[in-house]
């Protein structure tokens, strides 16, 4: 047996030790095993006979559990083992929560701590009580347009003639015994920012550096209007839309595909932590991000986005009326939309990454020969890329022969390419490939 994260050992027995106890019960269980050093050498425990009464009495007095406690001969030593088993209810010791995470033991305070109470009641954020908010923080022109756009997407249209604010909040449960939930006042309230400071989104245009913030601008409201908002913001003063001609027709698109836009930044207001730092957008030359703070679901990996899976929302009641109200279309495949939607429109496959405490996902605008030369490359090297762009690979001698060089300048130009990022090498030797990826 050996020292790992559900198996503690400790060479005599201390009170103090229950805050162990009480750290396995708040996670996956355990064993706390009382008479090994550090190292796990046996070296036993002299009063066992009282510790087998003592232990048990204190582990339920004092955590209100039953554990196992076992005596063990081991190498003619005694040895008492304490197996502790998960607890769906969260425990405490002396007014404080423990969790056992990994090797260690941590005392759970603030967010974490009310992230696990949550958790542990089977409740999310978005479904507890506000006991602040009455009926009159509710906006009824925001229930009024809601119902309007829950009629047209068919999904709600039994509530078409109702006039009772009270009645379309329990329809879409959120109220609980008629008291408002947190998801009410984030989707309809009057003033979110009231109740949650940091409700709002913040978009940032930006220069070359994330230092060179050259305007920004903060929106606020309910999440249905913030989505409006935002989208027309960026549309009027962060993005640039090309313009062209069908005859007489004066037609104007985006610089990034709209529906995913979109789908990101509705997935920004619906997933994000409301406890936490407001949405961030960042505009840059060659990229968007849209960043919320938050954490994947437990299980889930960046590259479970990609792909189709199941949809675990942060706030499933501000989910579920979003998709009441046909702002998502379907469930689990707005992040393959998005996806879809840029390779679509011939950009690069968007990112998906976890940083900053948050999730960010950046679209990337198609490659041009201004933004590559100021990446430092040169003719040959942008012929490569472009080439690329292509043919979805390139190898040695092919850039020998597009760019009429030889074999040794191909390399050094092709290990460039790849140590800045803009290149992944695949393969060896003789049938090594370049492919093309993001900066």
């Avoid at 437990?298 to 986005?305: A, Q, V």
């Amino acid at each position: 047996m050996s020292e790992n994260q559900n198996i503690e050992w400790k060479e005599s027995w201390r009170d103090e030790y229950l805050k162990w106890i009480c750290g396995f019960a708040n996670a996956q269980g355990g064993k706390l095993i009382i008479g090994k050093s550090d190292n796990g050498r046996t070296i036993g425990i002299e009063n066992s006979k009282k510790l087998l009464e003592d232990i048990p009495n204190k582990i339920q007095s004092q955590l209100g559990i039953i554990c196992d406690v076992n005596l063990i001969e081991e190498n003619t030593n005694e040895i008492i083992e304490i197996v502790v088993k998960p607890y769906d209810n969260a425990i405490s010791y002396q007014g404080k929560y423990h969790y056992r995470s990994g090797s260690t033991k941590q005392e759970l305070k603030g967010k974490a701590l009310n992230d696990f109470l949550l958790k542990k009641s089977g409740k999310t954020w978005d479904d507890v009580i506000e006991n602040r908010a009455t009926l009159d923080d509710i906006d009824p022109n925001a229930i009024e347009a809601f119902i309007k756009a829950a009629v047209i997407s068919k999904r709600m249209p039994f509530i078409e003639s109702e006039t009772n604010t009270e009645i379309v909040l329990d329809n879409l449960l959120l109220r609980e015994n008629g008291l408002i939930k947190r998801s009410a006042i984030v989707l309809f309230g009057k003033n979110p920012c009231k109740f949650y400071i940091n409700a709002f989104v913040k978009i940032g245009r930006f220069g070359k550096t994330d230092d060179d913030l050259i305007f920004q601008e903060v929106v606020e409201g309910n999440a249905f209007q913030i989505a409006d908002k935002t989208l027309e913001i960026l549309d009027k003063k962060f993005l640039i839309s090309p313009i062209s001609y069908d005859g007489l027709h004066r037609i104007e698109k985006w610089e990034y595909p709209y529906k995913a836009v979109r789908e990101t930044i509705i997935n920004a207001i619906v997933h994000r932590d409301y406890f936490g730092a407001p949405v961030q957008i960042s505009v840059y030359d060659d990229k968007i991000m849209i960043w919320n703070e938050g954490k994947l679901p437990e299980g889930f990996s960046i590259e479970d986005l990609k792909k189709k899976h199941t949809s675990r929302p942060y706030n499933p009641t501000i989910a579920s009326v979003f998709f009441k109200g046909g702002l998502i279309e379907a469930w689990g495949r707005g992040t393959i939309n998005i996806i879809s939607e840029c390779i679509k429109a011939g950009l690069p496959e968007p990112s998906f990454e976890s940083e900053f405490g948050g999730i960010s996902v950046k679209l990337f605008k198609p490659y041009t020969e201004k933004y590559l030369t100021e990446k430092g490359l040169n003719k040959r090297q942008i012929k490569a890329v472009f080439y690329c762009k292509e043919n979805d690979f390139i190898t040695n001698s092919i850039y020998q022969t597009i760019s009429e060089t030889s074999e040794r300048t191909a390399t050094r130009d092709l290990e460039f390419l790849t140590e800045i990022g803009l290149f992944e090498k695949v393969g060896e030797k003789k049938g090594t490939k370049y492919k093309l990826i993001r900066v």
